[in-house]
Every structure is written in structure tokens, then in C-alpha cells.
């Protein structure tokens, strides 16, 4: 209720109108009047309500999204990030597929005895390998030391192999190592029980076994060899009478010039008597697989044949 200027009562319905009482009402019959006006006018304005209701949501909804309908008005809306924020550097190598392990080792089995052989490999799995094999022969302990020295030296010098793959058995024969023994816990000489075509069952020094790979040390051999499949193998011996030689069987001629130059032994297609079951013959003359037997002077000392064919082996894995 209001007062007109004029100083009588006026009512002002929903909507704003004012509604004039008539003067023959007192005051109070004059707000009787108003509301039931009101009342009497009601169901209209409860018609238009829904109406009204969805009018003001539609319109709320056109411009401004769900979450800021309440918004005080006039407050500025914050801005709805729709991307990451860009980052202030670039990751090096976060982006990147993880890169491989520069070093692997491998268990490759027991041998007769049950002493453990163990693989390591070095560099790029996806370079043709170089596969280093130590320690044939108990008896010549040069060629498991110089396969070790290797395997200590590339750690040391990782850098250097990063563009390379190498793999080294440094000892084959732990058994015979252990003993000092040219064969294996059973007396074979690993050499001879490769199953070579040329494989003979030999006795003695040059015990083949009782047939070919009939020893876990062989087995394993082959089970490295087809594994890794090297693009070329070197097999460290040390031979006494000053024999030493880079002995090549299959398309390793040029590995064993190359090696000449750093070790300074004869290149050499034969070592000068038959090696029937040897890995020269199983790998290099049946298989056409590049095969070095690389014989180093047994009279010289382990450290003495490192000092000799560390670069001719470095070389060799290296491809030059
Ligand atoms: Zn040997």
C-alpha cells in the first residue's frame, strides 16, 4: 500500500497498477478492497509464472553457461583454460623412447659341473654383434683374462662402444679353468665337440666326446650363437711354440689382416693340423659365419696378450 500524492490510499497490484479506491470506503475497507483485487487476479499472473520462469532461464542460458547463471552481475568471469599452458622449455628426453640398456647379462646356464656361464652385452641390440668367446680351454687362462679385461674395459669406456654391439662369453669352460684342464669337468675338449660335419670321435688331448655337443657347454655355445647370430665371432686361445696367428675360417680374412695390424700375428687360413668338431669348422666351414680363433702366445703373461690385442680386438668390434 502507497499514498497517492493526492493523499488518498492507492493499491498497486502485481505488475505495477495502481488501483483507486473508491471515497465511500473508510481506510480499512479501501485494503479489504486491494486484496481482494489481488486475490481475484491471482490465477492469471499463476498462469504466466511457468511462462515467465522458463523465458528468464532460456534467456539466462543464452549467453552465459550454467555455472555463472548466480554470478554477481558487473564481476568479470574468468576465462576457462582449455589447453596446458605452455611449457617453458622442451623436455630433452622425456618425449623419447626409453633408451635400451647399454648393458645386458645373460645366464647362460650351468656347465657339467654347475658352475654358472654367464653372457654380458654391450651397446646396440640392433647392430650386427661382435661375439667374443673366453676360456675354451682350462689350460690356457690367457684367453678368459683378456676376455674379462675386455669386458672391464668397455665399462669403463661405454662412450666409445655407443655405435657398436658386442657380446662376450669370457669363460666357457669354468670347470677346466678351475682344474687347469684343457676339457671340461667330463675331459672334453670343447673345440672338438662342436657338431661339426668334420666331427670324429677323437681320445686324448683331443677328446670329441662321445658324440657331438654331447657336453652343456657346447649346447649353450649354440644356443648363444643362434641367439645373438653375430656377424662375426673371435675365439681367444693361447698357443705355445710361437704359433700365435689370427686364424680366419669363412669370410673373415680381412677381420684377421685387419687384427695383424695391432697384434702383429700371421693372418692364417689353417692353424696347420686338422680341428675336426671345432667351432672354426661348425660355424666358419659349414655355416659360412665369419669365425677368428685368435691363438696369443701362452708363454706371455695374461696382461701381456691384453696389451697386445687390446686395440686388435677394439678394432674388430668396431668393424675397422
Ligand atoms: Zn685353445
Not at 35 to 64: F, M
Amino acid at each position: 500500500m502507497n499514498k497517492s500524492a493526492g493523499g488518498s490510499p492507492n493499491c498497486y497490484l502485481p505488475g505495477g497498477e495502481a488501483l483507486k479506491h473508491t471515497p465511500k470506503f473508510r481506510r480499512n475497507a479501501a485494503s479489504l478492497e486491494c486484496a481482494t483485487e489481488y486475490v481475484r487476479r491471482l490465477p492469471r499472473l499463476a498462469a504466466i509464472l511457468p511462462v515467465l520462469l522458463l523465458a528468464l532461464a532460456a534467456g539466462a542460458g543464452c549467453d552465459r553457461p550454467f555455472d555463472q547463471w548466480f554470478r554477481p552481475p558487473g564481476k568479470p568471469v574468468e576465462p576457462v583454460a582449455q589447453t596446458q599452458p605452455e611449457l617453458e622449455y622442451e623436455p630433452p628426453i622425456a618425449t623419447r623412447p626409453a633408451a635400451e640398456p647399454f648393458e645386458r647379462i645373460v645366464n647362460l646356464g650351468k656347465s657339467a659341473r654347475g658352475r654358472q656361464i654367464e653372457m654380458y652385452e654391450f651397446g646396440r641390440k640392433s647392430l650386427p654383434a661382435v661375439l667374443i668367446i673366453g676360456g675354451v680351454h682350462g689350460d690356457e687362462p690367457q684367453g678368459a683374462e683378456v676376455a674379462a679385461k675386455l669386458v672391464e674395459y668397455i665399462r669403463l669406456n661405454r662412450a666409445e662402444f655407443a655405435d657398436a654391439h658386442v657380446v662376450i662369453i669370457p669363460c666357457l669352460n669354468p670347470d677346466g679353468r678351475a682344474a687347469g684342464t684343457r676339457g671340461n669337468f667330463n675331459g672334453v675338449d670343447l673345440n672338438r665337440n662342436m657338431p661339426a660335419d668334420n666331427w670324429e670321435k677323437t681320445t686324448g688331448r683331443y677328446n670329441g666326446g662321445k658324440n657331438p655337443s654331447s657336453e652343456p657347454e657346447t649346447g649353450l655355445l649354440i644356443s648363444a650363437i643362434e641367439s645373438v647370430k653375430p656377424a662375426l665371432t673371435i675365439s681367444i686361445h693361447a698357443i705355445a711354440g710361437g704359433k700365435q696367428c689370427n686364424n680366419w675360417d669363412g669370410p673373415a680374412e680381412r677381420t684377421a689382416r685387419a687384427m695383424a695390424k695391432f697384434n702383429g700375428y700371421p693372418p692364417k687360413a689353417t692353424i696347420g693340423y686338422p680341428t675336426p668338431g671345432s667351432l672354426g669348422s661348425w660355424a666358419g666351414k659349414d655355416r659360412s659365419m665369419a669365425v677368428i680363433t685368435l691363438e696369443m702366445p701362452s708363454a706371455l703373461t695374461a696382461e701381456k696378450c691384453w696389451e697386445q690385442n687390446r686395440q686388435a680386438l677394439i678394432s674388430a668390434i668396431k668393424g675397422r
